[in-house]
Antibody
Framework: EVQLVESGGGLVQPGGSLRLSCAAS????????MHWVRQVPGKGLLWVSR????????SYAASVNGRFTISRDNAKNTMYLQMNSLRVEDTAVYFC????????????WGQGTLVTVSS | DIQMTQSPSSLSASVGDRVIITCRAS??????VNWYQQKPGKAPKLLLY???SLQSGVPSRFSGSGSGTDFTLTISSLQPEDFASYFC?????????FGGGTRVEIK
């Protein structure tokens, strides 16, 4: 069974940092492209970042580029999102999701972890 | 960025109704549209990919069509478990973008 479990969310002050983790099981993580998507509760979905299977191809949404860093450790079946210089508008539930290749859909999602940026 | 305009934003329907949700892309995206269902407090679930391909395990009452810029999600006979929010998403190019969502409520 495919499982994606996010952790690391919480309350942080504006300008602070947080690192999210996404632990994967039930599939060949090292062959999978992975994504982060966020959602303000009750609102729409916003794609945040993507990393290919070996970490050599990475993309970000403009709103987080230069502040967030996606990475992965295939030996630990885990993906990360390092979030720096956090802003109030980064407050959201952050989901990790598994994709396929370049144009593939997000076929499995984790349950999400809530990040709250507030003073 | 490619804009995905989804309509309606909400609708009320009864069990057994046929429901159609539309999504329009701001430029040609071939068939790279995916549809997701989300229930409150849960993660999105993939229903359809590449416009019309049904994800494994998804009931056949869900179908999709379209190419280029105009796409539709159809639920042929709405069931109680289908009351949820639905989102389209383009995977043609980065950044991936989502429609604003359609909330399907019980009439």
């Amino acid at each position: 069974e495919v499982q994606l479990v996010e952790s690391g969310g919480g309350l942080v002050q504006p300008g602070g940092s947080l690192r999210l983790s996404c632990a994967a099981s039930g599939f060949t993580f090292s062959s999978s492209w992975m994504h982060w998507v966020r959602q303000v509760p009750g609102k729409g979905l916003l794609w945040v970042s993507r990393i290919n299977s070996d970490g050599t191809s990475i993309s970000y949404a403009a709103s987080v580029n230069g502040r967030f860093t996606i990475s992965r450790d295939n030996a630990k079946n885990t993906m990360y999102l390092q979030m720096n210089s956090l802003r109030v508008e980064d407050t959201a539930v952050y989901f990790c999701a598994r994709g396929g290749g370049v144009t593939s859909p997000l076929n499995y999602w984790g349950q999400g972890t809530l990040v709250t940026v507030s003073s | 960025d490619i804009q995905m305009t989804q309509s309606p934003s909400s609708l009320s329907a009864s069990v057994g109704d046929r429901v159609i949700i539309t999504c329009r892309a701001s430029q040609n995206i071939n068939s790279y549209v995916n549809w997701y269902q989300q229930k409150p407090g849960k993660a999105p679930k993939l229903l359809l990919y590449i416009s019309s391909s049904l994800q494994s395990g998804v009931p056949s009452r869900f179908s999709g069509s379209g190419s280029g810029t105009d796409f539709t999600l159809t639920i042929s006979s709405l069931q109680p478990e289908d009351f949820a929010s639905y989102f389209c998403q383009q995977s043609h190019s980065i950044p991936f973008t989502f429609g604003g969502g359609t909330r399907v409520e019980i009439k």
